[in-house]
């Protein structure tokens, strides 16, 4: 079974950046979407951003040129650039693997904090 392994979140003034990475123990094939959704506190779980068949990305309206999400198939992780991040980016989030329009496995969650 594939476990989703993400870090690198952490606490930055606003304007800076931060890149989180998304670890995919077990592998991923170039079928599989992998992405990352956001949790904010008080807030319901909100989709950032994806990748499929290793360049085909999308992108959330709010995150759309300051993120860049990549993908390291030989060493089977996903990479979250984020940048000029705003205090609205503050939340938990999470890697997903999603399958067949299913989501299968999730990260355990990093927790990214924006101060101004």
């Known amino acids: 079974q594939v476990q989703l392994v993400d870090s690198g979140g952490g606490l930055v003034q606003a304007g800076g950046s931060l890149k989180l990475s998304c670890r995919a123990i077990g592998g991923f094939s170039s079928s599989q979407t992998l992405g990352w959704y956001r949790r904010a506190p008080g807030q319901q779980r909100e989709w950032v951003a994806d990748?499929?068949?290793?360049?085909?990305?999308n992108y959330a309206e709010a995150v759309n040129g300051r993120f860049t999400i990549s993908m390291d198939n030989a060493e089977n992780t996903v990479w979250l650039q984020m940048n000029s991040l705003k205090p609205e980016d503050t939340a938990v989030y999470y890697c997903f693997l999603q399958n067949g329009g299913h989501i299968e496995r999730w990260g355990q969650g990093t927790q990214v904090t924006v101060f101004s």
């Open positions: 990748i499929a068949s290793g360049d085909r990305t």
